[in-house]
């Protein structure tokens, strides 16, 4: 059984930095692409970054190249994404998820079998 907490969300005002975290349970964490998804109000969820089981390999959705950063740390079972220079339409409710690819990342919503119950972020003045 596979469970997915995030924590660290909350509210900050543009050009603010937050750091989310996500605690894994299961033993398959260090093995499988990890990722952080985000659904905005009254829109889709939509990809935002992907990291692969080493943390070797990473992909970002365009909006967030260069402000966002995801990194793992696999003897914690925990994937982090750090935000910097956060904008108002950042503004979202943040999910982690697991896929089940032992290769490479993944960008595609379909190959992730696991979804945590997702985080607040709100970047306003």
């Known amino acids: 059984q596979v469970q997915l907490v995030e924590s660290g969300g909350g509210l900050v005002q543009p050009g603010g930095s937050l750091r989310l975290s996500c605690a894994a349970s299961?033993?398959?964490?260090?093995?499988?692409?990890m990722g952080w998804f985000r659904q905005p109000p009254g829109k889709e969820r939509e990809f935002v970054a992907t990291?692969?089981?080493?943390?070797?390999?990473?992909d970002y959705a365009d909006s967030v190249k260069g402000r966002f950063t995801i990194s793992r740390d696999n003897a914690k079972n925990t994937v982090y994404l750090q935000m910097n220079s956060l904008k108002p339409e950042d503004t979202a409710v943040y999910y982690c998820a697991q896929s089940t690819s032992r290769i490479g990342v993944v960008v595609s919503r379909t190959a992730y079998a696991y979804w945590g119950q997702g985080t607040q972020v709100t970047v306003s003045s």
């Open positions: 990291i692969s089981w080493s943390g070797s390999s990473t």
């Open positions: 299961g033993r398959s964490f260090s093995s499988v692409a």
